[in-house]
Nanobody, 115 residues
Framework: QVQLVESGGGLVQAGGSLRLSCAASRRTFSTSVMRWYRQAPEKEREFVAQINWSGSTYYTDSVKGRFTISRDDAKNTVYLQMNSLKPEDTAIYYC?????????WGQGTQVTVSS
């Protein structure tokens, strides 16, 4: 069993930056994939970004050029650097780990962007 804990959310003005962190309770398989999702009130959970074991990344179109996902295997941590934030980015952000047949989720961290 793996626990994921997100942190780094907060309130920022439009155009500002935040860096989210997601720490895993223990090491995972080398083939694991880590993703960030977000969910605004009364909306469906939305994919944001992912990074695989080789370091390759993928982003949803709305955040390309603004967000960067990265990982530090020594710290069992994945990051989401968010720049040029927009009010539309306001949501609870969730870390997701896919490890073999297992799928783990963090508790979420709130990001609020004021206009």
């Amino acid at each position: 069993q793996v626990q994921l804990v997100e942190s780094g959310g907060g309130l920022v003005q439009a155009g500002g930056s935040l860096r989210l962190s997601c720490a895993a309770s223990r090491r995972t398989f080398s083939t694991s994939v880590m993703r960030w999702y977000r969910q605004a009130p009364e909306k469906e959970r939305e994919f944001v970004a992912q990074i695989n074991w080789s370091g390759s990344t993928y982003y949803t179109d709305s955040v390309k050029g603004r967000f960067t996902i990265s990982r530090d295997d020594a710290k069992n941590t994945v990051y989401l650097q968010m720049n040029s934030l927009k009010p539309e980015d306001t949501a609870i952000y969730y870390c997701n780990l896919v490890c073999g047949a297992d799928d783990y989720w963090g508790q979420g961290t709130q990001v609020t962007v004021s206009s």
